[in-house]
């Protein structure tokens, strides 16, 4: 079972907004910075937040990422068709010594 | 421009050992802020960290895959490796390498990745 918990699927239109939450405990994501990736079916994932609020150059401001306590949140506003993908929030275990993943979210962009 | 490449057997007998290559260009491999690092992806599931080091040596391993796993770097050919030792089915998956930020811990270059199938 991933150490990280994320909703199993999440759906929403073209153009609205969608929540994907991630929920950890306080010895990663209370303790550490949260990522996020998209995954694209087929290909390799793709990182789009790091340092739990940071964007990479060249992912749009429609992504942005946030923590409050043991959850962090991935945001994605104005809804596209290409959004639709997996997405997989990521940190470091303190515990663990080892780096973990959420399960993945699957994106439907009815 | 940092790339990634894998490289391996596509087909590994069970109770065999999976040997996997990462080939690394436009980036130094020892480097102080980053680890290089193992994650694979069973067919239809989510991703899972198999282990990584850093430039000290210094290795990192999921529990449940560190009495099999091992990774190592050779810098003079500019790739890390993963040994997965005594592998069942539930070993087929895509194996991703990828580049680390150490205090931030996030991937920010991915392999395209290499699909290995345990199956006699």
């Known amino acids: 079972q991933p150490v990280l918990t994320q909703p199993p699927s999440v759906s929403a239109a073209p153009g609205q907004r969608v929540t994907i939450s991630c929920s950890g405990s306080t010895s990663n994501i209370g303790a550490k910075y949260v990522s996020w990736y998209q995954q694209v079916p087929g290909t390799a994932p793709k990182l789009l937040i790091y340092?739990?609020?940071e964007r990479p150059s060249g992912i749009p401001d429609r992504f942005s990422g946030s923590k409050s306590g043991t959850s962090a949140t991935l945001v994605i506003t104005g809804l596209q068709t290409g959004d639709e993908a997996d997405y997989y929030c990521g940190t470091w275990d303190n515990s663990l010594n080892i780096g973990v993943f959420g399960g993945g979210t699957k994106l439907t962009v009815l | 421009q940092l790339q990634l490449q894998e490289s391996g057997p596509g087909l590994v007998k069970p109770s065999e050992t999976l040997s996997l290559t990462c080939a690394v260009s436009g980036a130094p491999l020892r480097s102080e802020i980053h680890y290089w690092a193992w994650v694979r992806q069973p067919p239809g599931k989510g991703l899972e960290w198999i282990g990584a080091?850093?430039?000290?040596?210094?290795?990192y391993y999921a529990p449940s895959l560190r009495r099999r796993a091992t990774v190592f770097t050779d810098t003079s050919k500019m790739e890390f490796s993963l040994t997965l030792t005594s592998v069942t089915a539930a070993d087929t998956a895509m194996y991703y390498c990828a580049r680390g930020r150490f205090l931030s811990d996030y991937f920010d270059s991915w392999g395209q990745g290499v699909l290995a199938t345990v199956s006699s």
């Open positions: 080091l850093n430039y000290r040596g210094n290795t």
């Open positions: 340092d739990t609020t």
